[in-house]
């Protein structure tokens, strides 16, 4: 729509797996009386539509999707794309312990809603010390289990297979001092194809001097898109070593800061990136209170949705037209040469 709004053409290309949706998007535009020559829909593969837009050339591409896609298209396309890509999104509890069920509760639909399928889901959780006393993991164990299929609480997940999910839970409790704390199980009693992922609402502990070991940062940064998560502790002496992790993650997309100590939220808000970041004890990662710029930051290619500002951005530049009309003065006489 933002291409739309900004006078462009756009060719539109999603993933093979929600395109029926998409179409019927399409059609609905149409009844509504969108034009139907405004708007090219195509269904191919990957390889398919990297052929498309090299001969094709087009001045801009908004990408949305993994990494490794959008490096390679960077180089293919010359930077004339803007990224909106995979983000492993990190949450931080401050030391003021307050309305605790509720910022559980929020906690679960960051990490779970969605079968955990949104770019901006809750990755990582950073507990300070102050919660250990308030039975924050018990709370999220027991709303994790509340999901179920029967009303798709918990689902199939469309991109990550079951086996490569446990896979990727059994990599990580082999690090030294991770357990796990619920979950790490697949859906039972279900019909989900194999192609698809079907997986309990996971969380994995793992000690913070751990996930910083060169050795274990990229696997325990490794998003997962599903209902998959990990936890850590940390004290106040060790506040820099969480915004140290912080900023040595890849696609700094989403954030939340769950306190209302100014002083804390000044503090990490100054000390971090993330281009969409929630700050307060209301804090979360996904589900908005209201429509906002969503996309990362830390990169001259990084897009933005939702707001006039992120359509100018990607789907707009800025142009310069100066006008000197006149009229000429009657006394004017050719000047010396300068």
Known sequence: MGALYMGNKPLLKVDSKV?????????LLHQCGMPLGDVDFVNCDGSIMNRLLLEGDPRMTLFTGSSRVAEKLAVDLKGRVKLEDAGFDWKILGPDVQEVDYVAWVCDQDAYACSGQKCSAQSILFVHENWNSANLVPKLKALAERRKLEDLTVGPVLTVTTEHMLAHVKRILEIPGAKLLFGGEPLENHS??????AMKPTAIFVPLDEILKDTNFDVVTTEIFGPFQILTNYSKNQLHMVLDACERMHAHLTAAVVSNDITFLQDVLGRSVNG??????RARTTGAPQNHWFGPAGDPRGAGIGTPEAIKLVWSCHREIIYDVGPVPDEWTLPACT
């Open 192 to 197: 989900i194809p194999e192609i698809y992922g």
């Open 19 to 27: 395109s029926i949706v998409m179409e019927q998007m399409l059609r």
């Open 276 to 281: 969409t970041t929630y700050a307060g004890i």
